[in-house]
């Protein structure tokens, strides 16, 4: 009954006993109408038990109504007013000898089931205090009771009783095995969150006491509550022996002024954070410790504090390291860029030097070919001149014995003429050489600019590398239509067109039998001209094409190549000629260079002096 009537007071709303109540209601006008079928039947209809009747379903009525504002309200109403009613019709009628009492047992079950204790001491104080009384009254005379209703009308109201017993009956019997039931659940999941809670606590115990820290919590009055290991070692004691004690007892005396401070203004509800140093007491070592105190609050009250001490001894360490290397860092960087720039002094001049052996290398190689190529007509020139001089040893000696005839003079003239001819052609061809190879020279060995047709000065080149392009078995075709006047440095170009000739022969064509360079030039607008030296060669792989510029970089490392050859080309293309210079290649099809140069070079001065410069170092 209690467990009804307390939750009725917390939870008034409830659907579960609005269902409840609405079932009494319901069993309560079956008694009314029980009772009211034995009055029709036994035709005993009174006044005043109709009257009562009447009552006793107004109250339900009523009742059902305030039930509809508050389930506790309603059922007051319910109580008090069928105890009225049944008073008032048992003092009416045959007092204590009227069926009507079982229906004080039913009422006061309801009471102490639902609304709780104090009421059903009230209903049965009132009840006891009231058949006594009529009792009392009956037997001293000064109360006649009427007589006993017809039997159908006692039946009916002990029926009515009776099935209201009942009903209780069922509810508490229900309520206790539901109670039981969630009791027992209630137990077992206790015993689980109790089973939870154990491990919990242990794997609380074992982070708090593996922590690389010392923890502790104490109380209002700064008594120690808990501490771990890690904390009792600080002050060579164990956690037992310190648990209960206060913190003055145990903190060394000179270190009780600093951190009594902070103590207080946590005590007053801030937290603080500060840094102190701890001599072990048993080792004597002293340690760097970070401290953090937390306040604990109840109810906007201090009720403990909580501790938080870290070992920063090798951090600070650290730091101080740290600091003194930054005091230092100046003098030392100042010292490493002296050194890095020296290393870099002779970086650079040891890559000068080994272009200007380059370039001496690519001027000898140019010499020994046109040299051979020169002995071919200076030899036939010298083999004409011998026999122009034997034919006219021989003439002579005819003339002297007067033995000339018609047929030895035609012939002597027809040698001399055909000797002439060989020897005018030879010459020439060794002149035209060395013409080329003079202008060719004349402009690697002079940084100066001048007017000149592009396709002149492309097929000179060419032309004074073709000795040594012979002994291949590719061929480079030139594709520039005359007229293209260019008013800039032909050394320079010169330059870069005999070490892109030359990378395609080395790189390009490695492997293969048919290669094709061909150098072809367009004049996009008035301003510039492109050219274009594309080859139908292996190609270049991605990787290898992006470091194509760099210095040193070379796939032909140790077989003819040293690295230097695209980085010549790409810095007298952007910083001499003031042009640039971009890539294509495809792996398999071919690589396409193209050179983009002002018509009128503009006034640079050249990085590298012709002297340095690489002639023929491929890639």
């Not at 002990?158 to 137990?187: N, P, Y």
Request: some cysteine; aromatic content about 6%.
């Amino acid at each position: 009954m209690t467990s009804i009537a307390k939750n009725l007071e917390t939870s008034e709303e409830s659907a579960s006993y609005q269902r409840f109540l609405n079932r009494v209601l319901l069993i309560t006008l079956t008694a009314c109408m029980l009772t009211l079928l034995g009055v029709l039947l036994t035709g005993d209809i009174w006044t005043i038990r109709a009257a009562g009747l009447c009552s006793a379903i107004g109250v339900a009525g009523l009742s059902y109504l305030q039930m509809r504002v508050s389930l506790r309200r309603g059922t007051v109403v319910m109580v008090v007013g069928l105890w009225v009613v049944v008073s008032a019709a048992t003092c009416a009628y045959a007092a204590v000898h009227s069926g009507n009492l079982l229906a004080y047992a039913f009422l006061i079950a309801l009471t102490g089931w639902v609304l709780g204790r104090a009421w059903l001491i009230g209903i049965t104080t009132a009840t006891v205090g009231l058949i006594v009384t009529l009792g009392l009254l009956e037997f001293f005379g000064l109360l006649v009771p009427t007589p006993r209703a017809s039997v159908a009308v006692v039946g009916a109201v002990i029926v009515g009783s009776l099935i209201s017993l009942s009903f209780l009956t069922e509810v508490a019997h229900r309520a206790l095995s539901q109670g039981r039931d969630r009791a027992v659940l209630l137990a077992q999941n206790m015993a689980l969150q109790n089973q939870a809670l154990s491990r919990r606590e242990r794997d609380l115990q074992m982070v708090l006491e593996h922590m690389p820290a010392a923890i502790a919590s104490f109380d209002a009055g700064s008594y120690l509550r808990f501490g771990n290991v890690h904390y009792a070692a600080l002050f060579g004691e164990t956690p037992e022996r310190l648990v209960g004690r206060h913190i003055s007892d145990y903190v060394p005396k000179d270190a009780q002024d600093t951190l009594m401070l902070h103590w207080d203004k946590c005590l007053g509800g801030k937290r603080q954070s500060y840094r102190r140093s701890n001599r072990n007491p048993v080792t004597g070592v002293v340690q760097i410790m970070d401290v953090q105190i937390e306040p604990e609050f109840d109810n906007d009250r201090v009720t403990g504090l909580f501790a938080l001490m870290v070992d920063v001894t090798h951090k600070v360490a650290a730091e101080d390291h740290i600091r003194e290397l930054n005091d230092t860092l100046e003098k030392r960087v100042a010292q490493r860029t002296l050194e890095l720039e020296a290393a870099t002094d002779r970086l650079q001049g040891a890559q000068e030097e080994l272009a200007r052996s380059e370039t001496k290398a690519a001027l000898s190689t140019m010499i020994a070919s046109v040299s051979h190529e020169l002995s071919t007509p200076l030899g036939n020139s010298l083999m004409a001149a011998g026999t122009l001089l034997d034919q006219g040893t021989a003439f002579q000696k005819i003339l002297d014995t007067n033995q000339l005839k018609r047929s030895d003079l035609l012939a002597f003239v027809g040698t001399v003429c055909h000797g002439n001819d060989l020897l005018l052609r030879n010459l020439h061809r060794a002149s035209d050489l060395l013409t080329n190879f003079r202008q060719v020279a004349s402009d690697h060995a002079s940084e100066q600019r001048r007017v000149f047709d592009l396709a002149h000065t492309v097929a000179e080149i060419v032309h004074t590398l073709a000795p040594s392009l012979k002994r291949h078995p590719h061929t480079t075709e030139l594709a520039i239509a005359p007229g293209i006047r260019m008013d800039s440095l032909p050394g320079a170009l010169g330059q870069v067109v005999i070490n892109l000739i030359n990378n395609a022969y080395l790189h390009a064509f490695e492997g293969r039998s048919d290669g094709l360079l061909t150098i072809s030039a367009t004049t996009p607008d008035a301003q510039t001209v492109l050219l274009q030296f594309t080859d139908n060669g292996v190609g270049i792989s991605p990787e290898n094409l992006e470091r194509l510029f760099e210095p040193f970089f070379s796939t032909k490392k140790g077989r003819g190549g040293t690295g230097l050859g695209m980085s010549i080309v790409d810095n007298l293309v952007r910083k001499t000629l003031g042009g640039t210079l971009k890539v294509q290649s495809e792996l398999g099809v071919g690589t396409r260079f193209e050179v983009c140069l002002p018509l009128l070079v503009p006034e640079l001065e050249p990085e590298l002096p012709p002297a340095d410069t690489d002639l023929s170092g491929p890639a």
